[in-house]
């Protein structure tokens, strides 16, 4: 076997080869579960890959944002590009390029980019994990009871 | 539990709070094994972390080098920093940032620093895993025995 290049062109932000997919196949249609704008680059995505892990590219336009959920799997990103913010439990936090996130098992977590350019960020994940799952009742309402969380709750 | 988010010091180049450690514990001393000018930081270092993959950054300074190994578990890296050079089986390949390259399966594969910058991917890998080994003595010949491999086979 030989080495496969997934040869990047900065131009288009882009890894030549790699198709960017919707962020999800269905619209989210429980609470919370909507999203906007955002692709999805699978760089592992050959399933002949021996490995229990896949990486994924995220990239959210500007006014883009992620479904409100939670999963049992741990989210970790990598930011590659631009300014966005993470909604993570009941704190908010910042990104720039490079910062790292870890967000914990079954923690209510949204992604948001309210900058003008876009956002991106790599996401390695087990290949086997759970699916996720809207936030419950007293969740949503103590998000929407904290003055911090309140308007990334919709 | 809270978000961790491992804050990136762009002067630096470094994430806050985490220890770059050397690449290996040993020197290699199997024949190609050797390496030169690796630093190693481990994101997903807390291992209460309940996912299958670890996520780790590696930088070569100039003139550094990684071990001529193989294993059983894949390669994946994703370029942060600067240019470099793989040796993967008979295949040499250039990496600018965000290039990605999978090394397949017991490929004997070294990266090098040919650069007057420093040189540094991302690199995901299962948790549980086998260890590198030297390469065998068909495999050293014939990458020896190759113009394009040659030089980098020590």
Not at 20 to 26: C, G, N
Not at 43 to 72: C, I, M, N, Q, W
């Amino acid at each position: 076997m030989s080495a496969q290049l997934l040869e990047f062109d900065p131009r288009r932000f882009r890894w030549l080869g790699i198709e960017a997919r919707q962020y999800k196949s269905h619209p989210g249609e429980a609470r919370g579960m909507g999203w906007r704008g955002i692709s999805r680059c699978v760089l592992t995505g050959d399933e002949a890959v021996p490995a229990g892990y896949e990486l994924r590219y995220f990239e959210l336009e500007p006014a883009g944002y992620s479904s409100l959920e939670k999963h049992r799997h741990v989210h970790f990103v990598v930011v590659l590009r631009g300014h966005g913010r993470a909604l993570v439990g009941a704190q908010v936090i910042d990104l720039r390029p490079f910062d790292a996130l870890q967000v914990p098992t079954l923690t209510p977590h949204r992604w948001l980019n309210e900058s003008r350019e876009p956002f991106g960020f790599l996401c390695p994940v087990d290949r086997e994990r759970d699916r996720p799952q809207p936030i419950d009742d007293g969740e949503w309402d103590a998000l929407r009871a904290n003055s911090v969380t309140a308007r990334y709750v919709f």
